[in-house]
């Protein structure tokens, strides 16, 4: 899949996105559930810019877990635009299932189970992608989640997972099958398998074939870093959307150009410096404010990391945020470091050049 059309009519995206239960997902471009980056704060903003549908980190469905503060925070959705979504991650189908009502009780709009992740730690523990090799476990563990939400409360439940758990044991169709008879709402696939980890590049003649094969939405994902890819895994699986993980990071508005991609055929201008400057301001403020600042200061590294990536003067910048002890010293020399690139009109580099001012207008 190097090359790449150009987009046909028939090929652009609907005005909104497929239903899942009694939502109707307002676009066709999702953000992926990423363990340690979609959280709160990252998933607002991501929504803020176009993503259609975004889904919690993984949490755990053991219930001594349950009150933790690192679940807690993975399932708090105050303030988040509907429906809101919480993952579940677990090998037993009795306690997914209670987990799925704890969740509810407390909010969740969408149940989506993890059987995707290929996280050594995850799939050690016999949950993840590890699931993908024993299919009667899968088929119990929908069939209990199902009704544990959709049957008693009519809550809808999706599911995530990979081609398989190796190359050379594709299993998503027969998993797909067993998703649709249990009454899954909707089905996302990685097109890699569980032993592939993010290795090699992603495979999505499985996830074209698991869509002629059943009748509820297959959202298709890995690799979809660009709107012309996004545009062409679309035209090649007939998914009914896409999902964007690694590409988000540190370019939370990607999902705008994709949307804009999918619906005209051309290409939305990039953020300008400013726009940029203030949507991490943004971002910034409203992780501090979620983690506090021992643990908003740590974890911002990352996010600021990601976005001064291919920048000018990115790598050392990155260097100086370990030394910084205060989220206010560390907001402050993010934005010192953007307003010194350059004339607030200035596009944002889409691919580490940095690009000409903009035309004022």
Not at 174 to 182: L, P, T
Not at 288 to 293: D, I, K, S
Not at 326 to 333: E, G, K, N, P, V
């Amino acid at each position: 899949m190097n090359a790449v059309a150009p987009l046909r009519s028939e090929d652009r995206a609907p005005p909104s996105g497929p239903r899942v239960g009694p939502y109707r997902l307002v676009n066709r471009v999702f953000v992926a559930p990423m363990a340690g980056v979609t959280d709160r704060p990252f998933r607002r903003l991501c929504k803020q810019l176009g993503a259609g549908h975004a889904v919690s980190e993984m949490a755990a469905s053991n219930p001594r877990l349950w009150d933790s503060v690192k679940t807690s925070r993975r399932i708090d959705h105050a303030g988040e635009p509907e429906p809101k979504t919480v993952q579940l991650a677990g090998g037993d189908a009795a306690m997914l299932a209670e987990c799925a009502r704890h969740n509810i009780e407390r909010g969740a709009q969408i149940i989506d189970i993890n059987m995707g992740c290929p996280a050594k730690k995850v799939c050690n523990a016999a949950a993840g992608s590890a699931l993908l090799a024993d299919e009667a476990l899968v088929a119990r563990i929908l069939d209990a989640v199902v009704e544990a939400a959709t049957v008693a409360h009519g809550v809808p439940v999706t599911l995530k997972i990979r081609t398989g758990p190796h190359r050379g044991a594709r299993n998503a169709l027969s998993i797909a099958r067993i998703a649709e008879r249990a009454g899954i709402a909707m089905l996302t696939i990685h097109g890699r398998t569980r032993a592939d980890r993010f290795e090699g590049e992603a495979e999505y003649e499985t996830i074209a074939a698991v869509k002629a094969a059943i009748g509820i939405p297959v959202v298709a994902n890995g690799d979809i870093d660009t709107p012309e890819r996004a545009a062409q895994v679309l035209a090649t699986t007939k998914a009914d959307a896409v999902m964007i993980g690694r590409a988000a990071q540190g370019r939370p508005w990607i999902f705008r150009e994709v949307e804009h991609f999918l619906a005209h055929g051309t290409h939305r201008a990039p953020p300008s410096l400013g726009e940029a400057r203030a949507l991490l301001a943004e971002h910034l403020d409203d992780h501090y404010a979620f983690y506090g600042e021992f643990v908003g200061l740590r974890t911002a590294r990352k996010h600021i990391g990601w976005y001064v990536s291919g920048l000018p003067g990115g790598d050392a910048f990155r260097a100086l945020m370990n030394t910084l002890e205060s989220c206010d010293t560390q907001r402050a020399a993010v934005d010192r470091f953007l307003a010194s690139l350059g004339d607030d009109r200035m596009d944002w580099p889409s691919s580490g050049a940095w690009p000409t001012l903009r035309e004022a207008a």
